[in-house]
């Protein structure tokens, strides 16, 4: 037996969530055969231990089909990454939270809330324990949605509990501020924003939380890239071209901060008329699957345009929880487990880590400023000086 028979017959077993092969991907190394003795090393992107152990056993059944009598194999993973910041490892101020789940857009009005609030509540529905940050400091729209607007939320000491609806704890710059009211945010004070929702509120261990971001991509995204390890990034986009070029901005972000991209919603996809139930084309329809394939994701849902979803998020009732027989609930259900499976496999493979996106400066100091401590809470007025005229935003 050679070493050529070793690697044909290891090219039956499969890495676990894949279709490719283990010889196919170049983790089979060093294959040291001696008349029915045989000798290798598995070295593997995963570090869980179940993945370890399914190979271990694949592989070596194969080779005993062989005539292999002693088998020895070494599974290794290697290493984490080396780090390109100053820090020690990867970052988590909200370590209560199992896992982020970034929903962006590349530009606004595209559905991004809803999806939002649907994936949570079908979560929820689902057995998770789920939380909704509203991190869309620009328009905050999360407390209409989910029927929480006239609610004001406690405060305990320094930090805030949750609203809960539907099962979902929730909570939205919207919650915190007067109706109507605007604000001005400047660089380092969406920053300190964000990490406040992640470090100040009380949520409870958390399977998920949901973020809904603002649209586009700047500094809410980078700092929550920064701030906790985003488990999966879903970006919401409607079939016409020109939201399609926003949302590759979206998708090359989640890969250029490292973000584990779950896949795109196409929302708006085709009409479900009320009175008689047929689906229609109105801005195209499924316009998006080139897209994930360049990104190298999935397409995790379409949902429909249907009056039921605008009603549902004006009145605070969403139709994944109030109408569970829609076509759009279950959609969005459909969406949710897909989410689940994914985090799953994230998880299995080690884990989001997001220390290659750490900053070289302190969280919350952006990079031109030149204090500690020059970032401050979210606030009416500009109160870093050190920002003006700097050049940054
Ligand atoms: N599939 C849909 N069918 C009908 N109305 C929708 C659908 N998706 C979103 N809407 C409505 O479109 C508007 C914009 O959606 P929203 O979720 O607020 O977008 P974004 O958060 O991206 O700005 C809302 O009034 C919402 O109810
Ligand atoms: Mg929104």
């Not at 609610?151 to 929730?170: C, D, F, R």
């Not at 880590?353 to 070289?360: L, R």
Request: net charge negative; aromatic share 4%; with cysteine.
């Amino acid at each position: 037996m050679t070493q050529e028979n070793v690697l044909e017959a290891l090219k039956n077993v499969t890495y676990p969530g894949f279709t490719k092969d283990i010889v196919t991907f170049g983790f089979v190394k060093d294959v040291l055969v001696n008349g029915t003795t045989v000798g290798l090393t598995i070295d593997i992107t995963s570090s869980a231990d179940e993945v370890k152990a399914q190979l271990r056993d694949e592989a070596t059944t194969e080779l005993k089909k062989l005539g292999f009598e002693q088998i020895q194999i070494n599974v290794t993973a290697p290493q984490a990454p080396k780090q390109m910041s100053n820090s020690v490892s990867g970052k988590n101020i909200a370590p209560h939270v199992k896992n982020f789940v970034m929903v962006s857009s590349g530009k606004g009005g595209v559905g991004k809330s809803t999806t939002s609030v649907n994936l949570a509540i079908a979560m929820a529905m689902q057995g998770k324990k789920v939380g909704l940050l509203d991190a869309d400091i620009y328009g905050p729209n999360i407390p209409r949605m989910m029927g929480v607007q006239d609610q004001k939320p406690e405060i305990q000491g320094n930090k805030v509990q949750p609203l809960k609806a539907y099962g979902v704890e929730i909570m939205s710059m919207g919650s915190l501020m007067e109706p109507g009211q605007s604000l001005i945010w400047r660089g380092s004070m969406i920053m300190k924003a964000i990490e406040q929702f992640l470090r100040d509120i009380l949520w409870s261990e958390l399977d998920v939380l949901v973020i809904d971001m603002p649209p586009g991509t700047g500094d809410a995204q980078l700092t929550l890239a920064q701030s906790v390890p985003v488990t999966a990034g879903i970006t919401v986009t409607t079939p016409q071209e020109v939201s399609l070029d926003d949302s590759r901005r979206s998708l090359d972000m989640f890969q250029k901060l490292h973000i584990p991209t779950a896949g795109i919603i196409e929302n708006m996809s085709g009409f479900i008329c009320p009175s008689c139930d047929t689906e229609s084309d109105i801005f195209g329809m499924g316009t998006t699957i080139p897209v994930a394939k360049e990104y190298d994701t999935d397409v995790i849902a379409r949902i429909p345009i249907e009056p039921a979803i605008r009603v549902g998020g004006d009145t605070g009732m969403p139709v994944t929880y109030h109408m569970p027989d829609s076509e759009t609930a279950k959609r969005f259900q459909e969406a949710a487990s897909k989410l689940l499976t994914f985090i799953d496999k994230v998880n299995a493979e080690g884990g989001a880590d997001n220390s290659a996106v750490q900053p070289t400066t302190p969280p919350g100091v952006s990079a031109c400023s030149t204090g500690a401590g020059a970032a401050s809470a979210p606030a009416k007025e500009p109160t870093n000086k050190n920002h003006e005229g700097c050049g940054c935003n």
